[in-house]
């Protein structure tokens, strides 16, 4: 090769004369094209890597001037480093963590939390599940445009100084938990808000004034958080210890992963990549825990779509919803990957994915899905009780065939869960861990003895 | 200023031509809304993010025409846009993470969402009011879904399934294993002080006056509500300080 020619490839542009016909066979045309599917959503993304800022670095030199308070993960939370879309690092707390709670998973599919908590005891990981907090208001947000920045930004920052403060009520030190948000909308719109937050000092001082009016600021400054972490990216780091724990063989289930939008679009500089899942390709979360727990993964080609909740779709034009869903994911995920499962790790997702199948019937589109959370499937694999503890009752999809092929017998589970029911109507209730801890401030808080007796003392 | 007295009008439309005034003070609201400048930053009407659109497969709707009108500054456009088209949008952001110049499609269709409930469109009005049960749940309790919404009557189409263990619910969610979770009104159990705070929220960043615009009967539900666990939380506060007293 000449200095000429040296010179040219360097500076190929693929315009003008330049441009040459790929002349590629159909055969190495699609072959082409599948690479570029498959790859295209991390690698349009990684082209914008030199005009994103890590907003951590705002946030940083905001506390240096005095001007914030940054809620830090420490050795109290046994942090695990992870690496996002850019290799930046991620601190994920593994314990003592508050959880945040989603309404539609509380609401709609209780397993989901159940399981994660579960999840925790079974890990020795302690965490605190309170009353005092709201949702994101996100969801609401986004499918009437009722609310606002100021609103969301204000409701996200006292659900987390709540967490801050939380563990007073145990006698414990400010900051011992840390939040571990549940919902997926609610992890994209707190990143989303917290990037608003550094970027606008108008809106910091908005914000500011509400929070002042709440006590809810610390030394009368806002209080940020270290990180904004989902329960996926906690299963994640968590997922060769949860393994170890593994009961049940999952190497014969074909599972797909419905990976949601608002984990990994929205703000997508703060989503876990790893080289060991799907060679980097895509957002590492559940997908990596189903590697790792043995099951088969199942690429597809819509795996990028989202599932057609729609926020206030699929309470008011459920048409889009049903459509969307079935046409460009469960059908896919039956027709084309063969899927035992679909795993999703986010409320909305979860919700559409399972209850769209049934109408499918009505146009002859007929299909069997089991839909479930990375976390549900994770508590079965390690022997947890389908109806008392993953609660699957709950899901309109058929988990049954799902449960026989991973060798548990559901009729049983199932006859178990219904006398259970007859100990819950005479008041007989097994709960996950203590109700008094529940409740930190308010009607109903009881002061634990110690603390009681110390400030009486004082 | 040639404008001034310009309308616009729908010839096939019985609905009264809209003032060019009003159509410049829409577009002002739009701008100067404190993300415009965050989301948008230029389009080269490449369609990457109306490609990777779901609502664009089902609706007349695209992304790309949304930033276009923005872009441009097509105000009879913006305005025919906010009638319909921007409900259409999923809220996925797929356009976002897709685009070349980090625009948000998806953000700039909040805002005009926000603008159109300002200005009390009658299209926003029409397009909400089927979601006025979650927005009474979420201004009243915070939390956007509560066990009791999720009945068959009120999903037919999600089927006969919407438990597979037939009991009451009130005994199927104390069956559940976390504690917070034994409601049937909310998702979880909301600590009165919560609500009250939430309360504060909403007053302070004119939550209430766009509900208030979009659906006077609800506001007036809501603000019952909200009176109502005030005095509960203000009687519990003075009991606290008799019995320290």
């Not at chain 1, 005891?121 to 920045?149: F, M, R």
């Not at chain 1, 970027?199 to 904004?228: M, T, Y």
């Not at chain 2, 439309?13 to 404190?34: N, Q, T, W």
């Not at chain 2, 559940?176 to 049937?184: A, Y």
């Amino acid at each position: 090769m000449n200095k000429h020619e040296d010179e040219r490839q360097g500076a190929y542009t693929g315009f003008g004369e330049e441009w040459r016909a790929a002349s590629l066979s159909p055969t190495e045309a699609r072959r082409a094209t599948d690479w570029v599917e498959a790859r295209i959503d991390r690698r349009s993304m990684l082209t914008g890597k030199n005009r994103v800022e890590d907003i951590r670095d705002a946030m940083w030199q905001l506390e240096k001037d005095g001007e914030i308070i940054v809620h830090r993960i420490d050795e109290r939370h046994k942090p695990v480093i992870a690496r996002t879309l850019y290799g930046w690092e991620k601190k994920i707390p593994t314990t003592n963590l508050w959880q945040h709670k989603s309404c539609g998973q509380c609401g709609n599919i209780p397993g989901y939390p159940t399981s994660v908590m579960w999840l925790m005891n079974e890990l020795g990981v302690a965490y605190l599940d309170e009353t005092d907090q709201t949702s994101c208001t996100a969801w609401n947000y986004h499918g009437s445009g009722i609310g606002n920045v100021v609103s969301l930004a204000a409701v996200f920052l006292r659900n987390f100084h709540q967490a801050y403060v939380s563990a007073k009520a145990q006698g414990l030190d400010v900051g011992t938990y840390f939040p571990l948000v549940h919902c997926g909308t609610s992890f994209g719109n707190y990143k989303e808000m917290r990037i608003f937050l550094m970027h606008s000092a108008e809106l910091r001082e908005q914000v500011k004034k509400i929070l002042g009016k709440l006590g809810r600021l610390v030394d009368g400054k806002l209080l940020i958080p270290e990180e904004i972490v989902h329960y996926s990216e906690w299963l994640h780091v968590m997922r060769q210890r949860i393994a170890e724990r593994q009961t049940i063989d999952v190497s014969n289930i074909r599972a797909t992963v419905h990976p949601a939008c608002h984990v990994y679009k929205m703000v997508p500089e703060d989503v876990i990549y790893d080289e060991t899942v799907l060679n980097g390709d895509r957002v590492a979360v559940s997908t990596g825990l189903m590697q790792t727990l043995g099951a088969q993964v199942i690429d597809y080609s819509t795996w990028y779509d989202c599932c057609g909740f729609g926020f206030r779709h699929i309470i008011g034009e459920r048409e889009f919803t049903r459509s969307f869903a079935i046409d460009r994911k469960i059908k896919v995920a039956v027709e084309e990957a063969r899927a035992d499962v679909m795993i999703g790790h986010d409320t909305g997702c979860i919700t559409t994915l399972d209850k769209n199948q049934w109408i499918g019937k009505a146009v002859d589109k007929v299909y069997a899905l089991p839909i479930m959370a990375d976390c549900q499937f994770a508590a079965l694999a390690l022997g947890a009780h389908p109806y008392k503890l993953a609660q699957l009752h709950w899901h309109a999809s058929p988990f049954e065939q799902l449960l026989e092929k991973l060798g548990i017998d559901w009729e049983k589970a199932k006859a178990e869960f219904e006398a259970y029911l007859e100990e819950v109507k005479a008041g007989r209730i097994e709960t996950l861990y203590d109700p008094k801890r529940a409740i930190t401030s308010g009607p109903g808080y009881v002061k634990p003895a110690m603390l009681a007796a110390a400030e009486a003392g004082k | 200023m040639a404008h001034a007295a310009t309308t616009i009008g729908d010839p096939v439309s019985s609905a009264p031509p809209v003032a060019y005034d009003k159509l410049e003070e829409i577009f002002a609201d739009i701008r100067g809304h404190v993300l415009y400048d965050h989301e948008l930053h230029g389009c080269l009407n490449c369609g990457i993010c109306t490609a990777t659109c779901p609502s664009a497969q089902y609706y007349d709707y695209s992304p790309r025409e949304i930033v276009q009108l923005l872009w441009t500054e097509n105000l009879e456009g913006i305005y025919d846009a906010m009638q319909e088209k921007i409900w259409a949008c999923a809220q996925c952001y797929t356009c976002a993470a897709r685009c070349p110049f980090e625009n948000s499609p998806g953000g700039l269709v909040m805002i005009m969402r926000e603008v159109a409930i300002k200005h009390g469109m009658q299209s926003a009005k029409d397009v909400l009011r089927p979601f006025s049960r979650v927005l009474l749940k979420v201004i009243s309790t915070g939390n956007q879904l509560a066990p009791n919404m999720i009945t068959r009557d009120a999903f037919p189409d999600w089927g006969p399934d919407v438990s597979k263990v037939d009991a009451p619910l009130n005994i199927l969610r104390k069956a559940i294993p976390v504690p917070t979770l034994h409601t049937m009104d909310t998702a979880w159990v909301v600590n009165l002080r919560t609500s009250v705070e939430l309360y504060t929220i909403w007053e302070e960043t004119g939550v209430l006056d766009q509900l208030e615009t979009v659906d006077e009967n609800l506001f007036d539900v809501v603000s019952d509500v909200m009176d109502e666990k005030r005095e509960e939380y203000a009687e519990w506060l003075e009991e606290q300080e008799a019995e320290d007293a």
